[in-house]
């Protein structure tokens, strides 16, 4: 069981450059989630995914794009990126509310620098 | 939204010690999560706590839902339990995790 995986670990972009975070988990669970982690701080929500076929606004979704492309899979697409997204970006996963525990699990992160 | 509030934000101990991290919240929860982030920064999974209490080895979490707040205990410490320990709560009305700030803990050797 790996559990939450992410790639890539790191990634430097250029101002305006676009790239696609990738997420998997292999726990069988419906919901899934995009943070971010700024320094200093804790984890903001940008969006998330309650069940297979939605996906639904966080606290910081500009500039974001998500697709949940299975129940596997969940990806985080940024289309023009500025410097005011480096960050360390965490997916997580859960059971849906209401079936069992609501427990999050993490995965690694990706730590992604806009030059 | 639900605030989340963690103290102290920073707490340096020598290895032995005990000691107790806080965290009020501001509504309703249905969940409560405590994580440890080492210093890899990978979120570790402590404790799965909407209410009542749970221990794991040296750690302890308590949640009074009613009054709302968490603790966590942390026994004899140890250098490797340095890092940050985040709370995070989820509202009755979703499953979405607000976090709150952190505690830095530094254990000394």
């Known amino acids: 069981n790996a559990g939450v995986t992410q790639t890539p670990k790191f990634q430097v972009l250029k101002t305006g450059q676009s790239m696609t975070l990738q997420c998997a988990q292999d726990?069988?669970?419906?919901?899934m989630y995009w943070y971010r982690q700024d320094p200093g701080m804790g984890l903001r929500l940008i969006y998330y995914?309650?069940?297979?076929?939605?996906?639904d606004k966080g606290e910081v979704p500009n500039g974001y794009n998500v697709s949940r492309l299975n129940k596997r899979e969940f990806s985080l697409r940024l289309e023009s990126a500025a410097p005011s997204q480096t960050s360390v970006y965490f997916c997580?996963?859960?059971?849906?509310?209401?079936?069992?525990?609501?427990?999050?699990?993490f995965g690694p992160g990706t730590r992604l620098t806009v030059l | 939204g639900i605030q989340v509030e963690q103290s102290p934000p920073d707490l340096i101990l020598q290895e032995g010690a005990n000691s107790t991290l806080r965290c009020n919240f501001s509504?309703?929860?249905?969940?409560l999560q405590w994580f440890h982030q080492n210093p890899w920064g990978q979120l570790i999974n402590l404790f799965y706590?909407?209410?009542g209490t749970k221990q794991n080895g040296r750690l302890s979490a308590t949640t009074v839902a009613t009054e709302r707040y968490s603790l966590l205990y942390i026994s004899s410490s140890q250098t490797t339990d340095s890092g940050v320990y985040f709370c995070?709560?989820?509202?009755?009305?979703?499953?979405?995790?607000?976090f709150g700030e952190g505690t830095q803990l530094t254990v000394n050797p």
């Open positions: 997580a996963s859960s059971e849906a509310p209401g079936q069992g525990t609501n427990e999050q699990f």
């Open positions: 706590i909407p209410s």
């Open positions: 726990m069988n669970h419906n919901s």
């Open positions: 509504d309703s929860v249905n969940n």
């Open positions: 995070a709560v989820g509202e009755t009305s979703g499953s979405r995790l607000t």
């Open positions: 995914s309650a069940s297979e076929g939605t996906t």
